[in-house]
């Protein structure tokens, strides 16, 4: 009981204005399709902290790796994360999030060493779907769609990158329709169908 007494003075201590923010505007979601075919992770950007579409609302994935059979830790890069090849994520391949159409796509052949930005733009694909959803993938390398082309949900669409102002590879991915920026979720039936995502463990462990 000692144990959750911080805890609640901490709940008692949130400003009211963060606890009962009534005058916030619903944000909007969109469900897509898995971004990789092995277990990931995503740190998404909150409201307010970036304000163009394809930014904001937006998340950066990462591939997990360690994993083996019953034992293992789940972890971002296999030693110290010094260069890309050492992060699970590099190169891995990247999925369309829906059946929709490329509408633009941008190249940078630059890579970047973990820990150091480089400069925009990076590489990357504006999907759109029928409804007019549009998906944006960026810090992508090795891109194998060309602008006008349909893809059909889960089309290998590029391999996870280095590039732009990335630091580390991952991808970064956003969502809007019109104006109004979208809050990502994944389609966690989709993930369930994809033997690695569903068991995880059954990964080779590096």
Request: net charge negative; hydrophobic share 35%; glycine share 12%.
């Amino acid at each position: 009981m000692i144990r959750r007494i911080p805890f609640a003075l901490a709940i008692l201590t949130i400003p009211s204005t963060l606890a009962y923010a009534t005058g916030d505007t619903p944000i909007q979601t969109v469900e897509i399709a898995p971004l990789f075919y092995q277990r990931f992770a995503c740190t998404e950007h909150v409201s307010g902290e970036l304000s163009d579409l394809g930014d904001a609302l937006g998340s950066d994935c990462l591939v997990l790796g360690g994993m083996g059979a019953s034992k293992g830790v789940l972890r971002f890069y296999r030693t110290n994360g010094a260069t890309n090849e050492d992060w699970y994520s590099w190169h891995v391949e990247v999925h369309a999030p829906f059946d929709g159409d490329v509408i633009e796509i941008g190249i940078n052949d630059k890579i970047n060493t973990p820990g150091n930005a480089g400069q925009p733009p990076p590489g990357y694909i504006k999907f759109r779907r029928a409804d007019g959803v549009v998906v944006v993938y960026a810090h992508l390398d090795n891109i194998r769609v060309h602008q006008g082309d349909h893809v059909g949900v889960g089309q290998v669409v590029a391999l996870d990158g280095d590039n732009g102002t990335a630091k580390n590879p991952h991808v970064h991915v956003g969502a809007y329709r019109g104006k109004t920026p979208l809050q990502i979720r994944w389609d966690l039936a989709a993930e369930g169908r994809i033997q690695t995502l569903a068991h995880p463990q059954q990964q080779p462990r590096p």
